[in-house]
């Protein structure tokens, strides 16, 4: 089963990679562009009999290991395989 | 309008990066994580009128300026506002 991490900075915490992708961007001419934020994205392939399983431990190793609590969120979609995307959302 | 750009390593490429945290993962217990795959993630805020127009704008950027053709791939959805979550993706 596949899990999708997202992880990114918190909307309080500046991020100045995606500041600068977003000039970059305007200088190539996309003024449209008004905000870019840059972040982490983990697919994980879990061994795991339900969607909540896969969750749970992709819950887990994202809290201790792949975001950083203090300044991150984490989001977590579950692709429970063989095209049936059972997207089970999980923000923290 | 929001655009989420999802850049991975082509398959046929190494991830040492997804590698390394699938390693620490089975450090820490979790042997049920078969494979780890790293990459970036982008959200762009992007002043269009139309999904298709943002989807555009996205696609160009991710194009010339966030993935590496060569040894990367991208995905784009778009989140057309107001939790209507008009889900356009495209994988190249």
């Known amino acids: 089963m596949r899990a999708r991490v997202f992880v990114t900075l918190k909307p309080s915490v500046f991020d100045p990679q995606g500041t600068t992708v977003a000039e970059a961007l305007h200088t190539l001419g996309y003024a449209t562009v008004t905000d870019v934020r840059q972040g982490k994205y983990f697919e994980l392939e879990i061994d795991a009999r339900t ?33 049936a995307a059972a997207s089970a959302g999980v923000a923290r």
Do not use: F, M, T, W
């Open 51 to 83: 969607p909540e399983e896969a969750r749970r431990v992709a819950a887990e190793a994202a809290d201790k290991l792949l975001a950083n609590p203090v300044i991150e969120s984490y989001r977590i979609e579950i692709d429970a395989g063989a095209g």
